[in-house]
């Protein structure tokens, strides 16, 4: 079956600091992944898919195969990225799943 | 213009009563799902109807029921709910095929006194 880790439940950084949120996958095929945010009592937004490479908000993510990781990153973090995190692996094939990891809750402080 | 819409956006309910929400999408995606957010923001799948055929049906008590009268539309409707149903519910769509992720609504915060 397959699983989601995220291994931070809380991380805590300063402003300009480096950030990197942690996410571990188990999937026997060919792996989708995603990052996920939720700011503040809003709805889910998607944030990076590794299909696609690009960075945004300045955030990146590298599918690791031989980790089996998609790490996020982002060099220097600001106050507005301060929020939940959710990394996601999806199932090809006739049943569009998307597993959620537990969520890594980021705080940036001034 | 809201692509993935729920209502209500609160919901406070009293234990044993019924319950539904609603959810439309207006961008023209295949599939739908409802997601629980528990207390500890985990998220969990519980149904995904693709084109209105019910294509996922994970391990959630028969209270709930979901209904897809087209394939913009998927609603939940919960019988005889119970304190442990209080969570917020994510409503969500996805055109076929995995590579564009979910466009999610805005959720449901679903409390049961």
């Known amino acids: 079956a397959q699983r989601v880790t995220q291994p931070e439940k809380l991380l805590s950084v300063f402003k300009g600091a480096p950030v990197e949120l942690k996410c571990n996958y188990s999937y026997s095929g060919s792996p989708e992944l995603f990052w996920y945010v939720q700011y503040s009592r809003q709805r889910l937004q998607l944030l990076l898919r590794h299909i696609s490479r690009e960075s945004i908000k300045g955030f990146t993510a590298d599918l690791n195969k031989g980790e089996t990781s998609f790490h996020l990153k982002k060099p220097f973090a600001q106050e507005e990225d301060s929020a939940m995190y959710y990394c996601?692996?999806?199932?090809?094939?006739?049943?569009?799943?998307?597993?959620f990891g537990k969520g890594t809750l980021l705080t940036v402080n001034p | 213009d809201t692509a993935v819409s729920q209502t209500p956006k609160y919901l406070v309910t009293q234990m044993g009563n019924d319950k539904s929400i609603k959810c439309e999408q207006n961008?023209?995606?295949?599939?739908m799902y409802w997601y629980k957010q528990d207390s500890k923001k985990f998220l969990k799948i519980m149904f995904s109807y693709n084109n209105k055929e019910l294509i996922i049906n994970e391990t959630v008590p028969n209270r709930f029921s979901p209904k897809s009268p087209d394939k913009a539309h998927l609603n939940l409707h919960i019988n005889s709910l119970e304190l442990g149903d209080s969570a917020v519910y994510f409503c969500?769509?996805?055109?076929?095929?995995?590579?564009?992720?979910?466009?999610f609504g805005s959720g449901t915060r679903l409390t049961v006194v």
């Open positions: 969500a769509s996805s055109p076929r095929g995995q590579d564009y992720g979910y466009t």
């Open positions: 961008l023209g995606h295949d599939t």
């Open positions: 996601a692996l999806g199932e090809r094939g006739s049943n569009y799943k998307l597993t």
